[in-house]
Structures are given as structure tokens and as C-alpha cells.
């Protein structure tokens, strides 16, 4: 028996569904130009309406390789142990400790701290790996060899201090966590400190962008030459 | 430790094969939209072409199930269109599920609305597919049409049933009212699977009935089942027109007396068509 | 102390970028923020869906006047009900001796019509599918104003308690048991239907051409 393919008659029908498919071409064109893997650039002919945040979202989120610095896991214990902590007093109290965009805000200023000592580490230790060449030391080699060793020590030396600022914060999630359990003992009367606190370590946090970005400004100057 | 606790990190999540995020996906979904850690629109990007790919899959394996009801080329054309009977509904409700979640004081991004419902919609055909043996075991003993019409309805309300639930676990805590938000969204989306399956009908054909890919669009899905309703009883004889913007410049059937028919003579397979799904 | 790695070393496998999702809420839902004002564009966009939804509507309807007249038909209904009973609530809340203000009972009633404008907005694909592929066009709509209805309604009590539960003492902030306060939620609840449903017969009415 044959079967019989029934095609809509109404173009406005036909219309709407090219329309859709058409849409969807063009969510899958964007999409495979920001970089996207071809499963999701395929899934964007049929789905684009729930891609709608992916197409016009963000494009860093997939145009650099995420590293997870030397400070990750402590951030993720840190901060969970403060969700925690302020769960378990939300649970007891009406009041709110803490906004998750705080907590949010917290944590992507961390990572990103984390993310820039990261990248130091690496530039450090490509500058490390890169030797002159020994056999023909000649004047330019030489210079070479003293912007490098100068690079080196500066960027350690930002390094270091970065590490340690962000050491401090991490020790501060503690303290916060103290008043928040002091804050469970005591009830509303103690809200205030613990937003105080709360509030120095966003000002520290913040603090750390500058430090960071003024510490990789000067630790370029030296390479300028070569 | 449980053996079968699986992970929903970033890493494990991103590497998992569709076999293992089918386990996920059963067990606990909810899991992979209540992580902190991780950012959900990373997680969108990584899961939706898995989760639609276990939507079409589960959803064709169904409909090739239902399909085999009338057999031919009704295993294809029914396998295609499943899984496009468990999307349209989501697409088409959702941002009436986010309106009514707002109006609840629960606002929740797209993407993890997005994220929530394709994990409900696979989870769903996941589950569709599971129950495809028992259902083509009941079809094979050729049941009457309309029971069959109905073995395949009851068994996606049954699957529907953990899909929504799904969607509702995957939502973000909070709000007010929310009870008075999941009834609405449960009405739309009710009413949505209903229409869609009406429109994108047939798929289940009796086995001396033409095959189609799509009937015209005429008619709805109330007024059809309140026509079953009357057939059953002896009642015969309902027109279907070309109904909507889309469907008006279809060409009517023939009119029907509409009295009592002599259940002894046989209708048209055209006319026996005019019934649900 | 973390010094630098000794030789060029990365992490073998990426995780995906662990910026926090910090555009989505988190999952502790924030109660009415009675305090912020009400911004022009949400109320705007309240108005836009209601008018949305009843253009979605317009269709299915069998002829171009009553799909014209259809447009507005939403809007009509829902302005129309909160113009005529906010009035008496603002009266008989003051006359009553109530806490609340003037002006947060009025901008407790704008944001119902916001989120109702919002359900509204929401219900438009729905009622643009059922326009497009069956005659019942109306009945959906009728559905999608019954849903805009309910949750106006739902919402506008719990934004007027939420005034009324603040404009109280701080002592007293977690009681509302002014059976006053009760009874006229009950009353502006039952006369919003109640004129709702008359303003829509003759909406109806003049959609119909009769």
C-alpha cells in the first residue's frame, strides 16, 4: 500500500515552520562561529529557543581554556563551608546573612585572583624553560639573558604577594564563619558584625583585582625591549 | 559508599558517555542543575545535545512502538514524529511556566529553566522508551483501535508524570504560592501535549486505514475525544473542519448524518480516521 | 607556601569554566522587596503583554473587526477591574484606620498588574498556538485571562499584606491580625472578580459587534 506524504496547504503554515528551521540556521551559524562543539551547534536547529542565553550570552565563557590555579580547592572548601555556615543560620534566623549574589560576587572575584596567579605561574615557568643559546654568547644574548632574569624576579615577586593577599582573604572566610556561629548562639544581635565582616572581605576581595592587574602592568616592562 | 553514586562534577559530567548520563538522568536529575560550583550555562552547553539526543532517541523508539500498530511506513513516520510530541509542548509552555513562577516571587534564569526542562523532557522519553516492550507486547495482540489510542495516551501520562516532577525538583527553592504555579503549568501543559499530539497525528492508524505523515489541521483535540465519547455509544456522524488561521482553506469532508449508525455497516477508513490520534 | 611549578606543567584535563552562575538567582528565593520602586519599563511591559495577549487571540477570530476589537479586550478587563476597585480600597483602608500608606497600597496593586501583565505575556505562545491550529482561539483566551486573573489576585493580597505587615511596629512585624485588614482583602478580592466579569461581558459584547 503507498503511502501518502500530506504537505500542508496553507503556506502561512509552511511559512512558520521555514521560519522556525530558518532561526534555527542561523542560532547554529552563531553558535559554531563563537567556537561551540558541533553537537550543540546541531542541537540549535531544533532547540534554539532554550539556547537563547548560549547565543547571546557571554562568549569568554568558551573562547579561553579555564585554569584552575594553585589556590582552587582551598576557594571551593572555603566557600562551601561558608554556605554551609550560613545555611545552617538561615535555617535558625529570618534575617539573611548574606545575598547569593554576594556569595556569587565572593567567589568569582576569588577564582579570578586564583586565575591570574595561575597564569603568572605559567608565564614563570615558561620564562624558566626558555634558555639562551650558550654557544654564541654574543651582546644580545646577553641582554636577552638580563630582561629575562629581570622578568622573572618581578614577576615572582608579584606572584608572591598575590599569594599572600589571597592567603589572608582565605583566612578571613574563617573569622566570618566564627561570627556567624557566634551569631547562631546570640540571635539578631549580632547580624551586624557579621555583615561587617562580610563586607571587609568583599573590600579585600575587590582589592586583590587592582593589586593583580598593577603588579602584571610592571612585570611587563622589562620584556618591552626584546 | 554507594556503588552507584555517581558524580555530578564539572569533569565527570562533561566526559560522561550518554549510557552513564542516562543513569544520572533516571536516578536523580536534579542533581545536575543544584551544583553551586559550576555554572550553569557551561552546563547547558555541555548536556543539551546529549539530553536531545536522548530525547529523540527514546522519543523514536516509542513511536516506532506505536507505529507498529499499523506497520509500513507508519514505523518511520511515527518515530520521527515522537519526539517532536514530547519538544513542542515544553517549547511552547515554558514561558508561561516562568510567568507563573515570577508572578510566585521565584525568578530563575532561562538557562537553568532551559537546562530543567530538557532534562525533564529526556528523562521523560528515557522512560517512554523503557515502557515501549510492555506497550508493543499490548499492541502486538491487535487490541481495538481506541483502546490502543488509549494504551498509548495512558502510557505517556505515566512517564509524563516523573518528567514534570523532574522539571519542578530542578526549580530553585523559595517563592510564594508555588503550589498555585506548578497547578497552572500542570494545566498548560496538559492541555499543550494534548493539542500537539491531535495535530500531529496519526500515530496510531488502523491497520486498513491510508497512511499519512500529518492529517489536516482541523478540528482539536476536545472536540474529537467528546466525538470518541459519542461514537462509543453508537453516536456517529461528526464533521471535522479545517479550524484555525492554518486550517480554514481546508477543503471540508463530506457531511455526516448525525444519528445513530448501524454499528453493523463498516465506515469508510477515512471516516473511521475522523477519530483521536 | 605555593611557589611556582618547577617546569611547565598544566592541569592534564580542563573542568568546564567555574565562573559562578551569578546570573542566576540563588536558591533562596528574596521575599517582596517592597522597597524598591517600581521601575516605568516593567509596568510597560506588563501593558505589552496584556495587549499581546489579546492580539495572539485576534487570530482565530472569524472576522477583521472582531480581531481588531480583540487586541485591546485584555487590557480592557484587567485595567479596567483594578481602576475601579482600587479607588474604594484606598478609601475604606484609610477610613478603616489601617497602617499602610497611599502610595505603597498603590504601588502594591501596580506590581500584581505587573506580574499579571507578565502571566500574560507568558500565556501569548499558548494562545497563538491554539489561534493558529483550531477555532478555539477564544476559549483559550478566555483560559489565559481566568490564569491573569487569579494570579493579579493572589498577588495583589500578598503585596497589600506585605505593606500592611510593614507600615506595623517593628514589634509587631510578624502578625497581621487585623480582621479589618482580612476582611477588606476578601471584599476588594471578591468586587475585582465580580467587576472583571461584568466589564468582560461587555467587552464580549463589543467584540462580538452586538
Do not use: N
Given at each position: 500500500m503507498l503511502a501518502i506524504l500530506w504537505i500542508s496547504r496553507s503556506t502561512v503554515a509552511l511559512a512558520l515552520v521555514l521560519g522556525y528551521f530558518g532561526a534555527g540556521a542561523a542560532a547554529s551559524m552563531r553558535l559554531a562561529r563563537r567556537g561551540h562543539a558541533l553537537g550543540l551547534v546541531a542541537s540549535a536547529w531544533i532547540a534554539w529557543p532554550l539556547l537563547i542565553s548560549v547565543l547571546f550570552g557571554a562568549a569568554e565563557l568558551r573562547s579561553r581554556t579555564p585554569i584552575v590555579g594553585p589556590f582552587g580547592a582551598r576557594i571551593s572548601q572555603g566557600l562551601a563551608s561558608l554556605r554551609a555556615s550560613l545555611?545552617?543560620?538561615?535555617?535558625?534566623?529570618?534575617l539573611e546573612l548574606a545575598s547569593q549574589g554576594q556569595l556569587a560576587s565572593l567567589e568569582l572575584a576569588l577564582r579570578q585572583a586564583d586565575d591570574r596567579v595561575a597564569s603568572v605561574d605559567r608565564l614563570i615557568a615558561e620564562l624558566e624553560a626558555t634558555q639562551p643559546d650558550s654557544t654564541q654568547p654574543d651582546a644580545s644574548t646577553r641582554e636577552f639573558e638580563r630582561s629575562r632574569q629581570a622578568s622573572l624576579l618581578t614577576l615572582r615577586s608579584a606572584r608572591e604577594h598575590a599569594a599572600d593577599e589571597l592567603e589572608q582573604v582565605l583566612a578571613m572566610l574563617l573569622s566570618v564563619r566564627v561570627q556567624i556561629g557566634l551569631h547562631a548562639l546570640t540571635s539578631p544581635a549580632t547580624v551586624a558584625p557579621v555583615r561587617e565582616r562580610l563586607a571587609e572581605l568583599e573590600t579585600r576581595v575587590a582589592a586583590l583585582a587592582e593589586l593583580s592587574s598593577f603588579d602584571a602592568g610592571r612585570a611587563a616592562l622589562p620584556l618591552e625591549g626584546c | 559508599m554507594n556503588s552507584h553514586a555517581t558524580s555530578t562534577s564539572p569533569a565527570s559530567v562533561s566526559s560522561t558517555s550518554l549510557l552513564a548520563l542516562t543513569g544520572l538522568l533516571l536516578r536523580s536529575p536534579e542533581r545536575l542543575v543544584d551544583d553551586h560550583e559550576v555554572d550553569l550555562q557551561a552546563r547547558l552547553i555541555e548536556l543539551a545535545p546529549k539530553l536531545l539526543a536522548l530525547t529523540l532517541i527514546g522519543g523514536a523508539a516509542f513511536g516506532v512502538v506505536v507505529g507498529s500498530y499499523r506497520g509500513s511506513i507508519q514505523y518511520l513516520y511515527a518515530g520521527l514524529k515522537a519526539?517532536?510530541?514530547?519538544?513542542?509542548?515544553?517549547?511552547?509552555?515554558?514561558?508561561?511556566?516562568?510567568?507563573?513562577?515570577?508572578?510566585?516571587?521565584?525568578?530563575?534564569?532561562?538557562?537553568?529553566?532551559?537546562?530543567?526542562?530538557?532534562?525533564?523532557?529526556?528523562?521523560?522519553?528515557?522512560?517512554?522508551?523503557?515502557?515501549?516492550?510492555?506497550?508493543?507486547?499490548?499492541?502486538?495482540?491487535h487490541p481495538d483501535y481506541h483502546r490502543a489510542v488509549l494504551a498509548m495516551a495512558g502510557t505517556l501520562i505515566v512517564v509524563g508524570v516523573p518528567g514534570l516532577w523532574t522539571l519542578t525538583a530542578s526549580l530553585p527553592a523559595g517563592g510564594r504560592n508555588r503550589p498555585l504555579a506548578h497547578a497552572a503549568a500542570l494545566a498548560v501543559f496538559g492541555v499543550l501535549l494534548a493539542q500537539t499530539g491531535w495535530l500531529l497525528r496519526p500515530f496510531v492508524v488502523r491497520p486498513r486505514a491510508e497512511i499519512a505523515l500529518f492529517r489536516p489541521i482541523e478540528a482539536n483535540v476536545f472536540s474529537s475525544l467528546r466525538a470518541t465519547q459519542q461514537a462509543a455509544s453508537g453516536r456517529y456522524g461528526w464533521e471535522a473542519r479545517g479550524a484555525g488561521l492554518l486550517g480554514r482553506d481546508v477543503a471540508e469532508p463530506a457531511e455526516l448524518p448525525f444519528e445513530a449508525v448501524d454499528p453493523q455497516v463498516e465506515l469508510e477508513p477515512q471516516q473511521q480516521e475522523q477519530g483521536v490520534f | 607556601m605555593h611557589g611556582p611549578p618547577a617546569s611547565p606543567s598544566y592541569p592534564p584535563s580542563y573542568p568546564p569554566s567555574y565562573v559562578p552562575a551569578f546570573a542566576a538567582p540563588g536558591p533562596i528565593a528574596t521575599p517582596?522587596?517592597?522597597?524598591?520602586?517600581?521601575?516605568?519599563?516593567?509596568?510597560?511591559?506588563?501593558?505589552?503583554?496584556?495587549?499581546?495577549?489579546?492580539?495572539?487571540?485576534a487570530l482565530g477570530a472569524p472576522d477583521l473587526t472582531a480581531g481588531l476589537r480583540l487586541i485591546p479586550s485584555v487590557l480592557l478587563v484587567e485595567l479596567g477591574s483594578l481602576a475601579l476597585t482600587t479607588p474604594a480600597l484606598l478609601a475604606l483602608h484609610q477610613f478603616f484606620g489601617l497602617d499602610a500608606s497611599v502610595e505603597d497600597l498603590a504601588s502594591a496593586l501596580a506590581r500584581a498588574l505587573v506580574r499579571g501583565g507578565q502571566v500574560a505575556a507568558g500565556l501569548i505562545l499558548v494562545v497563538v498556538g491554539f489561534a493558529l491550529t483550531t477555532d478555539l482561539a477564544i476559549p483559550a483566551l478566555l483560559a489565559a485571562l481566568l490564569a491573569v486573573g487569579?494570579?493579579?489576585?493572589?498577588?495583589?493580597?500578598?503585596?497589600?499584606?506585605?505593606?500592611?505587615?510593614?507600615?506595623?511596629?517593628?514589634?509587631?512585624?510578624?502578625?497581621?491580625?487585623?480582621?479589618?485588614?482580612?476582611?477588606?482583602?476578601?471584599?476588594?478580592?471578591?468586587l475585582s472578580w465580580a467587576i472583571a466579569l461584568r466589564i468582560g461581558l461587555h467587552v464580549a459584547r463589543w467584540v462580538i459587534g452586538s
Open positions: 545555611a545552617e543560620a538561615q535555617s535558625e534566623s529570618p | 519526539p517532536l510530541l514530547l519538544l513542542l509542548p515544553m517549547l511552547v509552555g515554558l514561558p508561561a511556566l516562568r510567568a507563573f513562577l515570577a508572578a510566585c516571587e521565584l525568578r530563575l534564569s532561562w538557562t537553568r529553566l532551559a537546562l530543567a526542562s530538557l532534562l525533564a523532557v529526556a528523562r521523560t522519553a528515557v522512560l517512554a522508551a523503557a515502557t515501549s516492550p510492555v506497550l508493543w507486547l499490548y499492541l502486538s495482540v | 517582596t522587596d517592597i522597597s524598591l520602586p517600581l521601575r516605568s519599563s516593567a509596568l510597560i511591559g506588563a501593558l505589552a503583554g496584556l495587549i499581546g495577549l489579546g492580539s495572539a487571540a487569579v494570579f493579579t489576585s493572589v498577588v495583589g493580597c500578598v503585596e497589600l499584606a506585605a505593606v500592611e505587615r510593614r507600615a506595623k511596629s517593628a514589634a509587631r512585624a510578624h502578625e497581621l491580625d487585623d480582621a479589618r485588614f482580612t476582611l477588606l482583602l476578601i471584599g476588594w478580592s471578591i
